[in-house]
């Protein structure tokens, strides 16, 4: 080909928002040519390699959307420290099916246990299995909820959170929040009953609630929708942050 064909060929593959093929074809074709490739066939490399490359920005973007505070999986969480956790069962969650279903999960634990590390990582196999994530800590959620209803924009905002196939709430119980952002966040709650999956990590075990829910009607209510269809781990024991922090303390003695 021509560099006047070869700049033209560029130029339209742009505009089409065919970025990868843009930047492929030459190459494909030099190496189409040299094994004899059918046009079919150096064709259909190419629309692979532009498929590949959305697939993989596709998941970048979920990922960004989602706003996970830092990028955790499974292969880094030391399953060691809880014994009792079935990872089998965690890591079968990965696959999604759960979210399909609409079930919701809850992590319940003491502080430093990995909470929040497990929750994000079942919230990036959602996001690599094509599914949309958010992910807020409790305080975060209410704090928008209280802002948005204030502007007016509240329905717009809860628009947005229903199109997530799994909303994660994460360290609920941990600040307190006023009697109106208490039932903003009932409210959302409540609306994703059999809607969409929720996952909520918490150090307050089911019968505490009451003190994040201010009331025994509004409590029992939630974890009636929540636990209905729930997959509940517990994670009770000593904080995984201050174990890898003795873990580091003793490998600096040793050097």
């Not at 956790?85 to 079930?103: G, M, S």
């Not at 966040?185 to 505490?208: K, Q």
């Not at 509004?218 to 009636?224: E, F, G, I, S």
Request: aromatic share 10%.
């Amino acid at each position: 080909m021509t560099d006047v064909t070869i700049d033209l060929l560029k130029s339209q593959l742009r505009q089409l928002r065919l970025p990868t093929m843009g930047r492929e074809f030459e190459k494909l074709a030099r190496d189409a040519v040299s094994t004899n490739q059918s046009f079919a066939q150096f064709l259909l490399r190419l629309t692979e390699q532009e498929l590949a490359a959305r697939a993989v920005n596709a998941v970048v973007a979920r990922i960004k959307e989602a706003a996970f505070p830092v990028e955790k999986d499974f292969d880094t969480y030391d399953f060691s420290i809880m014994p009792h956790l079935p990872k089998p069962k965690l890591i079968d969650l990965a696959r999604c099916e759960w979210i399909h279903e609409k079930w919701n999960c809850c992590l319940v634990g003491s502080h430093g246990t990995g909470k929040t590390h497990l929750a994000t990582a079942l919230g990036l196999a959602a996001c690599r299995a094509g599914l949309r994530v958010r992910f807020f800590t409790a305080a975060e959620l209410v704090n928008r909820l209280e802002k948005e209803q204030k502007q007016y924009t509240l329905d717009r905002f809860l628009t947005q959170l229903d199109r997530a196939h799994l909303l994660i709430c994460d360290e609920l119980g941990y600040v307190t929040m006023s009697r109106g952002g208490v039932e903003l966040l009932f409210r959302v709650f409540a609306d994703r009953y059999e809607r969409g999956s929720i996952l909520v990590t918490t150090n307050l075990p089911f019968g505490e609630w009451s003190q994040i829910f201010q009331g025994e009607r509004m409590t029992a209510a939630l974890l009636d929708r929540l636990t209905h269809h729930s997959h509940i781990f517990e994670m009770n024991g000593e904080s995984y942050r201050f174990r890898e922090s003795m873990k580091t303390k003793k490998a600096r003695k040793a050097e």
